[in-house]
């Protein structure tokens, strides 16, 4: 069953792939942060395999390589909104949540459940998600543009 599921992913799946349209803006951020020496984690709910959480990265116009963890289904134990999904990388990556920014559009997943873990936020309002009709008051948050402006902004990592 699992190689017949690793196969979907590795042939049909793309197809999906093909719909996806990459922001540019977005490649740019990764290596601007990587750049400064930022250590970066994929930190999307792990619903796939590592192979699809990989393909989803590419369709982004990201590199997989970019990245020190990456979730999926295999590696991890918890999904968002709960916050020992963030406490579990935190331990795995061996990161203290003062050290971590989680960026992500979803208030409650995202925001809510990182700064449960301790872990800052920021909030990206492209495609955002509020299922809540929460404030936005309490997040740092903007679109594309502002998230590389305050990447640009940040010194360089210790």
């Known amino acids: 069953m699992r190689g017949s599921v690793l196969l979907w992913y590795t042939s049909t799946y793309d197809r999906i792939g093909e719909e996806v349209t990459p922001r540019p803006l977005t490649a740019e951020i990764i290596r601007l942060l990587k750049q400064k020496g930022y250590r970066l984690v994929v930190a999307t709910n792990p619903f796939f395999p590592e192979e699809?959480?990989?393909?989803?990265?590419?369709?982004?116009?990201?590199?997989?390589?970019?990245?020190?963890?990456?979730?999926?289904?295999?590696?991890?134990?918890?999904?968002?909104?709960?916050?020992?999904?963030?406490?579990?990388?935190?331990?795995?990556?061996?990161?203290?949540?003062?050290?971590?920014?989680?960026?992500g559009n979803d208030v409650e997943e995202d925001m809510e459940a990182a700064k449960a873990a301790g872990i800052e936020g920021w909030l990206l309002t492209d495609h955002l998600l509020n299922r809540q009709e929460r404030s936005l008051d309490d997040y740092v948050h903007g679109d594309l543009s502002a998230l590389y402006a305050w990447a640009s902004a940040l010194p360089a990592a210790e």
Not at 62 to 89: G, M, Q, R, V
Request: glycine share 2%; charged share 25%.
């Open 52 to 103: 699809a959480q990989r393909r989803r990265l590419r369709w982004a116009g990201l590199e997989p390589t970019d990245f020190e963890w990456i979730t999926h289904f295999d590696n991890s134990h918890y999904c968002k909104p709960n916050p020992a999904y963030y406490t579990e990388i935190l331990e795995i990556c061996r990161l203290q949540p003062s050290d971590c920014v989680m960026v």
